[in-house]
């Protein structure tokens, strides 16, 4: 051979022709069927080893009627919060021998059945995080996308397995906190329309600010220039507090309030929503809802998983956020 030269990749037939097996025999002991003879599955196994031989991945998958691949689609792989919670999926996936692939819709609902659909095809089964599509969408393509698990969403009537957060507990707990600080002017930052996370938020804010504060909602988003943008505008409503719709929108109010001198949380209070890993070490640290992100992750395998295995997947699941009181709210100003 010469130099530079690629050697050529070792064959299934390669390995059968120095075990002197055939190549079924050879594919069967790759797969771990446990109807080949001891001796033989030495034979190969040595032989494999002595070549070099890796097997596909994709033909073991193909031979055994599964790919030992799930997917996860997300709206914005850009949130830690989104994030996090493929690194519980993925950790708890790993452990079982299943590998994650990611697909991101971007922020856009109407991309959202065509990418779950096609991600699914290609895969064993889907983890649908915080979708955007509309509840009658998700009833009709449930069943092109089964198996499948749907995280941070209720849907009533969906037969699929579902993990959830309590965002109204969230809220309900951040308006007492400001109340209770005497702020009586509060802003909301808010997030995607077509997220429903945020609608319930709005929701429960409404419900929840009648009688105890006036509260001013503003478009915003989900990212940290969002929260850039949108901080000057709050500010100017009057509002003394300031309620993000994310950890990522709230912390880019905290860069805007910082580069125009307006001191947090003397001037004005912030307050975020996830409890994502910036907000601890945000200056000043950030006030947040912590939602359990990882364990997310690791319940939807859960389900998945035994779906997959063809068992009765445990109880469908809903996580009550917790208040993280830190350094970016305080009394209202006199």
């Known amino acids: 051979m010469e130099p530079g030269e690629r050697a050529p990749s070792v064959t299934i037939r390669d390995v059968a022709r120095a075990a002197q097996v055939s190549p079924a025999t050879v594919s069967r002991v790759m797969n771990r069927r446990s109807t080949v003879d001891v001796e033989l599955a030495r034979r190969v196994q040595q032989a494999a080893a002595s070549l070099g031989y ?20 997300v709206p914005d792989l850009g949130n830690p919060m989104f994030q996090s919670v493929l690194r519980g ?36 089964g889907l ?15 449930a069943g092109k996308l089964e198996p499948f698990v749907l995280v941070n969403r209720h849907v009533e009537g969906l037969l699929a397995p579902m993990v959830a957060v309590d ?24 997030g995607p329309m077509a997220s429903v996370s945020n609608q319930e938020r709005l929701d429960t804010l409404h419900a929840s600010a009648e009688g105890r504060f006036e509260l001013t909602v503003l478009e915003c988003g989900s990212m940290h220039e969002d929260g850039y943008e949108a901080a000057d505008r709050a500010l100017g409503t009057g509002a003394t507090a300031i309620i993000g719709y994310n950890d990522l929108v709230a912390l880019g109010a905290l860069g805007k309030f910082h580069a125009i001198g ?36 690791e319940e939807a395998w859960q389900r998945l998983s035994a779906v997959l295995r063809g068992e009765e997947p445990p109880a469908d699941v809903c996580f009550t956020p917790r208040l993280e009181v830190r350094q970016s709210t305080a009394r209202v100003p006199r």
Not at 128 to 133: M, Q
Not at 183 to 190: D, E, F, G, P, T
């Open 127 to 141: 983890v649908l995080c915080s979708p955007r599509s509309h509840d009658q969408e998700l009833l009709e393509l």
């Open 167 to 190: 965002y109204a507990a969230g809220i309900r707990a951040l308006v007492a906190h400001l109340a209770g600080l005497g702020h009586r002017h509060v802003a909301y930052l808010s």
């Open 262 to 297: 307006v001191s947090v949380p003397d001037e004005v209070s912030v307050v975020g929503f996830d409890d994502i890993a910036f907000a601890r070490y945000a200056s000043p640290m950030l006030t947040t809802v912590a939602v359990p992100q990882e364990a997310l992750g």
């Open 54 to 73: 890796h097997p596909s991945v994709v033909a073991q998958g193909l031979a055994r009627g599964r790919t030992e691949l799930v997917s996860i689609l």
């Open 89 to 124: 999926i993925s950790r708890a996936a790993g452990v079982e021998g299943y590998r994650v692939l990611v697909t991101d819709s971007h922020e856009m609902p109407l991309e959202e059945p065509f990418l779950a659909q096609e991600t699914r095809l290609r895969t064993d």
